[in-house]
């Protein structure tokens, strides 16, 4: 049994429409039941949110959003504040993840604003780090996740941090055709454990969960989730279906 609670999060990116939405979470709710074993969280696009916030309801399931801006309002067309996001009862955000980074151009210090903004809202933040194929290829793999702790986590202390989950997800790994084996999703989530220790002390350390986000599967979820530091997945494409997300919470419950 593991100290930290396995968390399976999926990320919906921009796919289902609002009844859509709906209608996936009232197939998990039905299927999860109240288990509070594994904690779910399922992160539908802005659209979706209200409508999905009402499904879930009384359920065990919670409610993340998939990205905000840092400032609470102001002149910024198209984005959402933490404000905004608490009024739908969201209780988790997705920032840094590598889509963001790569289409969107943001940097570790502009995530770095985005996760001092949603803990001070009382958000949860889900911060995604990993490494492309070209620097996983040019073996810069560890340096390119330290400095994405270090600049993302810049300026949180040890009692904020214990509020944040991190996802480290290898780029070259989703919808690539390469998949990371167990064992090295497990050398970064060791780690991302260490640097996490000498940052802030085993204690800490050992309450921060570390997803792995590289395309899990039903196929690889149970081995991945018997790995010591992997302490449950951000789900793609595995989320959109409801039963390969179902399969998924149970994956972990076999473990918790």
């Not at 998990?28 to 879930?56: M, N, R």
Request: proline share 4%.
């Amino acid at each position: 049994m593991k100290a930290r609670k396995f968390l399976i999060a999926g990320n919906w990116k921009m796919n289902k429409t609002a009844a859509e939405g709906v209608a996936l979470v009232r197939e998990i709710v039905a299927a999860v039941g109240p288990q509070t074993e594994v904690d779910v969280v399922v992160c539908p696009p802005f659209t979706a949110l209200e409508s999905v916030s009402k499904t879930l309801e009384g359920t065990a399931i919670k409610l993340g959003a998939q990205n905000m801006h840092p400032q609470p309002s102001g002149a910024f067309t198209g984005e959402v504040s933490a404000e905004m996001l608490r009024g739908l009862f969201t209780s988790w955000v997705i920032l840094g993840h590598s889509e963001r980074r790569q289409y969107f151009g943001e940097t570790d210090a502009f995530i770095n604003q985005k996760v001092q903004a949603a803990l001070k809202s009382l958000l949860k933040p889900i911060l995604c780090i990993g490494e492309t194929l070209a620097e996983r290829d040019g073996s810069k793999t560890l340096d390119v996740v330290k400095t994405q702790l270090e600049g993302g986590l810049a300026g949180i202390e040890a009692d904020a941090v214990i509020n944040v989950v991190l996802a480290y997800e290898p780029v070259w790994a989703i919808g690539t055709g390469r998949n990371a084996t167990p064992a090295q999703a497990q050398e970064v989530h060791a780690f991302i454990r260490n640097w996490l220790t000498a940052r802030y002390g085993k204690p800490v350390a050992q309450k921060v969960r570390v997803l792995y986000g590289g395309s899990m599967k039903p196929a690889n979820a149970a081995e991945l989730l018997k790995q010591e530091d992997i302490d449950g997945g951000l789900i793609g494409g595995a989320s959109l279906e409801a039963n390969s997300f179902i399969d998924l919470i149970k994956a972990a419950r076999a473990q918790a």
